[in-house]
């Protein structure tokens, strides 16, 4: 028994010594790996610079190797690049054949190599991916759509707005990837999301009224305004908190009737946005929230009375009846004063 043991253990130290050495070859080839990687790419770094920057550099020469690794510079200094700079990130992957083998990878049966594609995609800032992006929008897989929702959002497809916001509506994208997409957009996407201010579903309603009031301008406040009498307390929320953003004053009136909404996180939008826009012809609505209403509303009354007259807030505090939020937003007052 003795004699067995001793050679179990001698098996086992053998093992343990053998995969001690295996790991330190493998850490010892990633190492190198690594390290070629990165003077490959400190090597290229400046053949994608004069890409960026138009002149003339012979990618005719570059190896299919350096053509990958010279991808992945591009695809970093892509992000922040807009323009003809843009433009030529996106003739380069083409003329490597670099978008078409990703496009042919969407069709993967494996869904990380789709999403991975999809990812990749909006990187390489090729116009040529876009109509393949948006029928990516409808896979099974939800990294995929996400991604590809992301990538829409890079190549500036304006064209994406409506299916993304629909996507949302539709529970196929999280609101934070479909959020971060049409604001990435940017202004050129305010048409298609005023035309949606109207969409019948209302998550597509209050999502297009959030992003107008993100990148929209004074020319929107009336459409905005409308939807402060939307069916969806949530649209109508959101409504209020768009025009507090547009900063519309001739929105006042509508904003403190908003006060009276049945739903108290509407009252409470429709406060702030009142100390946004600055209608000091609210202050009197605004102290009666501030005296009786649940404790959001009336905190939120409150602060934007305090915002918009402070002397009004410091003479109401001292009422029998002010109430605690009167108080609280008078002594801040003080504090701050």
């Given amino acids: 028994m003795i004699g067995f043991l001793t050679w ?5 130290a053998a093992a343990g010594a053998l995969s001690v050495c295996v790991l330190g070859a493998r850490r010892l080839a990633v190492a190198r790996s690594d390290r070629i990687q990165a003077e490959a790419e400190s090597r290229l770094f400046p053949v994608a610079i004069s890409l960026l920057e138009g002149e003339s550099v012979p990618t005719e020469s ?3 190797n350096d053509a990958e690794l010279l991808a992945l510079v591009l695809s970093r200094l892509g992000r ?12 380069f992957f083409e003329r490597h054949g670099l978008v078409v ?4 990878t969407l069709s993967s049966p494996r869904p990380w190599r789709r999403a991975s594609a999809a990812f990749a995609l909006g990187d390489m800032a090729s116009s040529s991916a876009v109509a393949h992006l948006l029928e990516a929008l409808e896979d099974p897989d939800a990294a995929v759509r996400a991604a590809s929702a992301r990538s829409l959002g890079r190549l500036g497809a304006v064209g994406a707005v409506e299916p993304i916001v629909h996507a949302l509506a539709g529970g196929r994208l999280p609101r934070s990837v479909a959020g971060q997409a049409l604001l990435a957009i940017g202004p050129p996407a305010l048409p298609s999301l005023r035309a949606l201010l109207a ?9 297009a009224v959030e992003l107008v009031g993100l990148l929209g301008d004074a020319s929107d406040d009336q459409s905005v305004l409308a939807r402060l009498r939307d069916s969806s307390a949530e649209v ?3 409504a209020a908190r768009a025009l507090g953003r547009l900063g519309a004053e001739q929105a006042g009136a509508a904003l403190t009737a908003a006060l009276d909404d049945r739903i108290v996180f509407v009252r409470v939008s429709a406060a702030r946005a009142l100390a946004a826009v600055g209608d000091p012809d609210a202050v009197p609505d605004l102290l009666r929230v501030a005296r009786a209403d649940d404790f959001d509303a009336a905190r939120a009354a409150a602060s934007a009375a305090a915002r918009l007259d402070p002397a009004v807030v410091r003479t ?4 029998q009846d002010a109430g605690p939020h009167l108080q609280e937003a008078a002594d ?3 504090l701050h004063a």
């Fill in 8 to 12: 179990a253990a001698v098996v086992l």
């Fill in 101 to 104: 083998r990703e496009l042919d």
């Fill in 80 to 91: 922040n690049v807009r323009g003809a700079g843009s433009e030529r990130i996106g003739a």
């Fill in 332 to 334: 801040f007052l003080e």
């Fill in 199 to 207: 969409a019948p579903e209302p998550t597509a309603r209050s999502f």
């Fill in 316 to 319: 109401a505090a001292r009422d």
């Fill in 62 to 64: 570059v190896t299919e």
């Fill in 236 to 238: 109508r929320a959101k």
